[in-house]
């Protein structure tokens, strides 16, 4: 890791709570919904090790099991625990929130990092597949940030930050079906901003561009991929910092301010 993400990460580990999250005993309450793998792992990990207390959510229980071991051991303390939520299956979303809200006493910020990802021709070959991931990535993805929302509110409001993607910004030749469905939950996340901001739910539109993890293995990387920590860590200041909308690394923020305004003759021809 280089001296730059070092210090970015360090930077992170040492923000105290801000605006969007409250001090609770020296730390946030966080439900993080993808936590075992990848961008979620290393979110949890920095939160932990910083002093908020993470409740991990996920549809594995053997590597929940691990990843709350593994915080354990970086907060030096025994955490909350875990509970067993899929994306496929909307009927574990509230028994997961409600086990998270008694083992935390209450929510500070909800993430959701979970999600599916399928390269355009496969999902033109395989439309179950795309049904599946459309499914998971939008509608179920939303339903589970309802529930989460009306928790959050109940309590006097919170952060409710989520993984979305660049690919959701511009219909784009590469990721027509997969940015679809990114396309939807940040329309939905802007919206819950304007409606809900008011009452005090901060919600965060987290939107990374490629990022190097086990889910993009093999696949041709592109200019300005990004590293997994330095990536997490900005999505941690984000909720710190109670940004509705965060691009990362950020020169996609530029990037795709640039895309966005492509004609669509344009946008045709290039492979972006």
């Known amino acids: 890791m280089s001296e730059t993400q070092d210090k ?11 605006k969007g999250g409250r001090s609770k005993g020296g730390g946030m309450r966080v439900a993080l919904l993808g936590g075992t793998k990848g961008m979620g792992r290393a979110m949890a990990r920095q ?23 593994d915080l354990d051991a970086r907060a030096n303390a025994e955490g909350p625990g875990f509970s067993h ?3 496929e299956d909307p009927a574990s979303f509230e028994p ?12 500070d910020c909800v993430v ?26 939008f509608a179920h993805t939303v339903v589970f940030c ?17 993984f979305s993607s660049v690919a959701g910004d511009r219909g784009r030749t590469p990721v027509v079906l997969y940015g679809a469905s990114k396309a939807g939950l940040s329309a939905y996340l802007e919206g819950l901003d304007h409606r809900f901001r008011s009452q005090g739910l901060v919600t965060v539109c987290f939107k990374p561009g490629f990022v ?4 993009t293995a ?28 965060v691009y990362a690394p950020a020169i996609w923020g530029w990037l795709m301010a640039i895309i966005r305004r492509l004609p669509r003759f344009v946008m045709r021809k290039v492979k972006f």
Do not use: K, W, Y
């Open 8 to 18: 970015v990460i360090d930077e992170v580990m040492s923000t105290g709570r801000s």
């Open 47 to 69: 939160l932990a090790a910083r002093g908020d207390r993470v409740f991990l959510l996920g549809r594995d229980t053997e590597e929940l099991a691990r990843s709350t071991a």
């Open 85 to 87: 939520c899929d994306l």
């Open 96 to 107: 997961a929130l409600d086990a998270a809200v008694a083992a935390l006493g209450g929510l």
């Open 112 to 137: 959701v990092t979970a999600g599916m990802f399928a390269t355009q021709d496969v999902l033109e070959d395989d439309l179950a597949l795309t049904q599946r991931l459309l499914t998971v990535n």
């Open 146 to 162: 309802e529930h989460a929302r009306a928790r959050l509110l109940a309590d006097g409001g919170g952060t409710l930050c989520v």
């Open 212 to 215: 190097r993890t086990s889910m």
């Open 218 to 245: 093999g696949l041709p990387e592109p200019p300005f991929a990004g590293d997994v920590e330095p990536v997490a860590a900005a999505a941690v200041r984000a909720i710190d910092r109670a940004t509705p909308q």
